[in-house]
Nanobody, 124 residues
Framework: QLQLVESGGGLVQPGGSLRLSCKVS????????IGWFRQAPGKEREGVSC??????????YYTDSVKGRFAISKDDVKNTVYLQMNSLKPEDTAVYYCAAGGVASLEDIPYDYWGQGTQVTVSS
């Protein structure tokens, strides 16, 4: 059965770092695009980053607000996608979700399978 499980969230001070993990099972990572999304209280869900997981030609995308601060990567052996988050800001506070789909996009429409989310809180 297809499954995605996020981990790595927590409480961090502004300027700090976290690394989120998305462990996938039930399929091999290289046949899917994996996206990271987030939803803050009172706001719509936002696409943060995605990676086309082909081992031969991987492509990455980022929303403007995280460019230069976040980095998405993957480990095909571990079937895991990571989101390294540096220079965190209070505005990054949200529940972060990973999702699997067939098209690389920061819109959530192409994504069919979703994890349960992990809370990231950036606060002093």
């Amino acid at each position: 059965q297809l499954q995605l499980v996020e981990s790595g969230g927590g409480l961090v001070q502004p300027g700090g770092s976290l690394r989120l993990s998305c462990k996938v099972s039930g399929f091999t990572l290289d046949v899917w695009t994996i996206g990271w999304f987030r939803q803050a209280p009172g706001k719509e869900r936002e696409g943060v980053s995605c990676i086309s997981s082909s081992m031969s030609d991987s492509k990455t995308y980022y929303t403007d607000s995280v460019k230069g601060r976040f980095a998405i990567s993957k480990d095909d052996v571990k079937n895991t996608v990571y989101l390294q988050m540096n220079s965190l800001k209070p505005e990054d506070t949200a529940v972060y979700y990973c999702a699997a789909g067939g098209v690389a996009s920061l819109e959530d429409i192409p994504y069919d399978y979703w994890g349960q989310g992990t809370q990231v809180t950036v606060s002093s």
